[in-house]
């Protein structure tokens, strides 16, 4: 994916951007594959693979729930690693408040760089683990969204970022063709932490690769005991 077709592909799906905003994405990327040299980022470093697979498939999220365009919302994005799918966001749509927990200190580290560099606001970076930092108060049931990518099966990613999202927002889930088993085996564990799937939507980016987008409502308060303690969710996954 070119940076036109990129730029073609959101203009599409009623996502424009302004010179500077496609600026960003590409000092983004500059960071992206100069830092990767260092520190293990990413395996994808193409161009035109880090617009399709990362920048592009950050936004589809936006395309179904259409809120995050618009809106002052916050959203927290757990694992986020080299910044996906929040920082695409968040350059996209700017009035979004974005906080991103990563336990890798020099992630945390150039994902400051990102947001130094694109001079952007309204962003927090937590260096942590989910299972610590939401049992906090500051973060616990504070946030209209949580997402993560790419971090963990469902049943598993439930317990990591369902304790951070408020009652009445959402729990944003982005996934590949797997993702319909990984809803059904993880139903018992939305509905433990207070969750309810509302919608799944099931697409193609433009290279023909299936995702899906699954829309999980807060219903009730997380029980105090989630998140477990580091490492326990992984080991021991509610079901």
Request: zero cysteines.
């Amino acid at each position: 994916m070119t940076n036109e077709d990129f730029i073609e592909a959101l203009s599409s799906a009623g996502i424009t951007l302004t010179t500077q905003q496609v600026r960003q994405f590409e000092r983004y990327y500059e960071l992206l594959v100069a830092t990767n040299e260092l520190v293990n980022l990413t395996a994808i470093t193409e161009k035109k693979d880090v617009y399709l697979k990362h920048f592009y498939d950050s936004l589809t999220v936006a395309m179904y729930e259409q809120k995050l365009k618009s809106s002052e919302s916050t959203l927290i994005d757990i694992g986020t690693g080299a910044g996906f799918p929040s920082l695409p966001l968040k350059i996209a749509f700017p009035d979004l408040k974005i906080t991103m927990v990563d336990a890798l200190k020099k992630r945390v580290n150039f994902l400051q760089e990102v947001v130094d560099t694109l001079d952007l606001t309204g962003v927090e970076i937590v260096h942590g683990r989910a299972e610590d930092i939401g049992q906090n108060p500051k973060y616990r049931e504070n946030f209209d969204y949580a997402t993560a990518r790419a971090v963990a099966r469902t049943s598993v990613l439930a317990e990591y970022t369902l304790p951070f999202v408020k009652i009445g927002g959402r729990f944003l889930v982005m996934k590949g063709s797997a993702a319909h088993q990984e809803l059904l085996d993880g139903q018992k564990a939305l509905a433990m932490l207070g969750g309810q799937i509302n919608e799944e939507f099931v697409f193609t980016l433009p290279n023909g690769d299936q995702r899906y987008i699954q829309i999980v409502d807060k219903k009730t308060k997380t029980p105090k005991k989630y998140p477990r303690q580091a490492g326990t969710p992984s080991k021991k996954p509610i079901s």
